[in-house]
């Protein structure tokens, strides 16, 4: 089945440095990728959409600026957390999306700002 | 707009009894309808979904989900729980841009 990998799983910064969360489809070609934020005990919110090659579609309210996100290959998009603060803190999930109407999750990034 | 609504925070249920896990949607079209488990700190497991066709789904893990388009429902049913299937479970759609909407989510705790 497709999987899709992210890296780090965790990671723990201080207040004000920037961060890098990797996704990567491994087996598919991925058109779409998706991000996610999670809050403990809430449910997924949709950030961002990115297609390869273009730039990033922010929902309402995600600050394009704070949270960069590269869509530089058809395999791997990154989301990077500029200037973080500890209200960043959250569990931030990819997916990816190879043509059809299924999306394929990544196993989460548990980003803790101190 | 479409939205999804699982109307149940949390349940509880004893191991070996049946479950249902409701979910509503709202959505114009056609839905793409998914039901997703997660486990704490971990990220999301497909159990099943459904585009068309039959609409009782069988997924992973004994469960399925109905899908009733007079009711806009997709609840998750499985008839005996084992105390392994406590966890969160997402309902979700995929709406237009393929853009996935998940509702709340529902805990289950299963008691012994």
């Known amino acids: 089945g497709a999987v899709v990998s992210q890296h780090p799983s965790r990671v723990i910064c201080k207040s004000g440095t920037s961060v890098k969360i990797e996704c990567r489809s491994l087996d598919f070609q991925a058109t779409t990728m998706f991000w996610y934020r999670q809050f403990p005990k809430q449910s997924l919110m949709l950030m961002a959409t990115s297609n390869e090659g273009s730039k990033a579609t922010y929902e309402q309210g995600v600050e394009k600026d704070k949270f960069l996100i590269n869509h530089a290959s058809l395999t791997l998009s990154t989301l990077t957390v500029t200037s973080a603060h500890p209200e960043d803190s959250s569990f931030y999930i990819c997916s990816a999306r190879e043509g059809g109407n299924e999306q394929f999750f990544g196993p989460g990034t548990r980003l803790t700002v101190l | 707009a479409q939205s999804v609504t699982q109307p149940d925070i949390h349940i509880t249920v004893s191991e070996g009894a049946s479950l249902e896990l409701r979910c509503n949607y709202s959505y114009g079209a056609t839905p793409y309808l998914f039901w997703y488990v997660q486990s704490p700190g971990q990220g999301l497991q497909l159990l099943l979904k459904?585009?068309?066709?039959?609409?009782l789904v069988q997924g992973i893990k004994g469960f399925e989900a109905e899908f009733k388009r007079s009711q806009s429902s997709f609840n998750l049913r499985k008839p005996s729980v084992h105390w392994s299937d406590a966890a969160e479970y997402f309902c979700?759609?995929?709406?237009?841009?393929?853009?996935?909407?998940f509702g709340a989510g529902t805990r289950l705790f299963v008691k012994a």
């Open positions: 979700a759609v995929v709406a237009g841009g393929f853009k996935t909407i």
């Open positions: 459904y585009f068309s066709g039959d609409t």
